[in-house]
């Protein structure tokens, strides 16, 4: 679903929780979402709306909708747009993101720069009296490499003593999935894809060795809210209540934003070399033949001008980037973590790509539909369809890595309706050996010939070249006409 808001924001506690009122929509607590088309609506509680009209008027939300770190949003009529406004108090509408992320899909760099983009907010938000009150990654989304918040209904006025209700959020939703990958070199993508609410406080506090107890925030941020949440889990103490009791100082909450943000800038990732990490640079082609392939690729997406391309098994992005001349969006997909980070930093440090995404989706086990009723989160196909489909030195580990049928594939690759260029590399292919190597060959179907003839019961091949003296042969091939 290419919707700007296709799953709810979280709750300060952490339950992202929608209810589907009907097709096409979404309530939360802050309003109800809802899609006419390509339009992407959202109806305001009379709170909700109160708030909206409090953003407009603060320097800040314009300065950023300007530049697109927040969402495009603007107030419309209900009755000129032919929109019932129900029990809503006012109607807004967003601009449209060209395809939906989620965080256990980002690298490394997408995540710490999310972080740093909602702590940023938050500092702007506090100056003009104002607060996030939600503090989920699921609020931000991409324009390409450029992080856009989308959540409007969570800035709120900051009433006098109220404390930072996001900050356990932001703990374990950011800043803990960021410390693991950092200080122990784990992946957190599987923590933020097994758990909505993210890492809890007690597990990570679980996961720091006593060494950790001296890196930067882990007393602070780990130990001391483990030890928080677990005196006051059980006790039914209202702790908001107490600190605005109390008279929580505004001060103090900047005070907290500026330091995670000093944090989490410092975090980095250990120099860790993936399997495929340095492909671009050690692939087996010499550049003869990986020009005739690059040439290929380019005369193929030139064919016409492509709304959506896919590129599976993108690596670092070379392909991508040549799609990307003749297409709206690309999104880009590998399973190695490393070789979409650096794809990352390498568009961040250029021209800052807005129209390339590059995600990290093991396309054997891919992100499938979550949440409740399975509608919180969607699949891969769910938020759009490609018009186009990179597969380039990709089919070999899909059958022989990932024990897929070659026929399968093909199949899921014709049921997106997508045009394809797709790569088949041969079993005298020195990779294909290396991969047959420590394993019993039960490949069968992994053959030159029964390759093309399930292409071409599938497509349309419209052009076709041997590369590496025959070891590989490239297609191009369009869905077949429908009759």
Known sequence: MSAVLSQAAATPEGAAFVIQTEPGSYRDRNGCVFYRGNR???????????????????????????SGKIVDTWSVDPQKEGLAEGSWAGIVEHARIPFISYPYEWPFGMLKDAALLHLDLMCQA????????????????????????????????????????????????????????????????????????GIPAEDMRRLMSARDLLRPGVLLHVVAQSALQQRYSSKGVNVKSQLATAGFDKSLIKRNVNKLA?????????????EWSDYDRTHSYDEKEFQRKLEFVRAAAATRRWRLVWDLGCNTGTFSRVAAEHADYVVAMDGDWMAIERFYQHEKAGAASRTILPLVVNLADASPNQGWR?????????????????????????????????????????????????EFVGRDDEMVQILLANRDDQYDDYQPDIFRQLLAARFDIRAEQDLKSGKRRIYFAEPKAKL
């Open 262 to 274: 000093d944090l989490v800038a410092k975090l980095v990732p250990p120099p860790i070399k993936t």
């Open 40 to 66: 992407i609506f959202r109806g305001l509680s009379k709170a909700a709306l109160e708030n909206w009209e409090a953003l407009q008027r603060a320097p800040f939300f314009e300065a950023n909708r300007k």
């Open 126 to 197: 506090l100056a003009c009296g104002m607060i996030l009150r939600d503090s989920s990654p699921y609020n931000i989304q991409w324009n390409g490499v450029h992080p856009v918040f989308i959540d409007i209904p969570s800035f709120a006025p900051l009433r006098k003593g109220e404390p930072w209700v996001g900050y356990r959020q932001f703990c374990e939703l950011f800043l803990y999935p960021l410390m693991l990958q950092a200080y122990k070199g784990a992946d957190f993508r599987p923590w933020l894809r097994g758990r909505i609410d």
């Open 374 to 422: 399975g509608a919180e989160r969607k699949g891969l196909a769910e938020r759009g369809r490609p018009e186009l489909t990179l597969c380039l030195a990709l089919i070999h580990h899909i059958v022989i890595s990932a024990n897929i049928p070659l026929a399968d594939f093909i199949d899921w690759l014709a049921s997106l309706g997508t045009a394809v260029v797709i």
